[in-house]
Nanobody, 123 residues
Framework: VQLQASGGGLVQAGGSLRLSCVVS????????MGWFRQAPGKEREFVAA????????YYADSVKGRFTISGDNAENTRYLQMNSLKPEDTAVYYC?????????????????WGQGTQVTVSS
């Protein structure tokens, strides 16, 4: 299983970015995806997660109302739409998948990880 994350970049505070994560290779029949982020000197933290069906989503309190996770099963792609970005959102963002359709908030529950994409929000 390979995950390719993209869409990061440099944006001013208040701006938007959309991250994408394409899942390829010998994928599971169903999987859930999570987005995590890691800022310099900090531990990796949960951002958002979505079930295979898309009917269940979870968000960290810090991004609730600003970020939206969605997916396209036909394209094996998941998205993280990030609006009203803040400097504290600056981090490397990682996508990850876990076997089965139900998402989880803990990074230890995910089986495969993408390489990460840098998001930098300037003030």
């Amino acid at each position: 299983v390979q995950l390719q994350a993209s869409g990061g970049g440099l944006v001013q505070a208040g701006g938007s970015l959309r991250l994408s994560c394409v899942v390829s290779g010998r994928t599971f029949s169903t999987y859930a995806m999570g987005w995590f982020r890691q800022a310099p000197g900090k531990e990796r933290e949960f951002v958002a997660a979505i079930s295979w069906s898309g009917g269940t989503t979870y968000y960290a309190d810090s991004v609730k109302g600003r970020f939206t996770i969605s997916g396209d099963n036909a394209e094996n792609t998941r998205y993280l739409q990030m609006n009203s970005l803040k400097p504290e959102d600056t981090a490397v963002y990682y996508c990850a998948v876990r076997r089965g359709g139900f998402p989880h908030l803990s990074s230890t529950e995910y089986n495969y990880w993408g390489q990460g994409t840098q998001v930098t929000v300037s003030s």
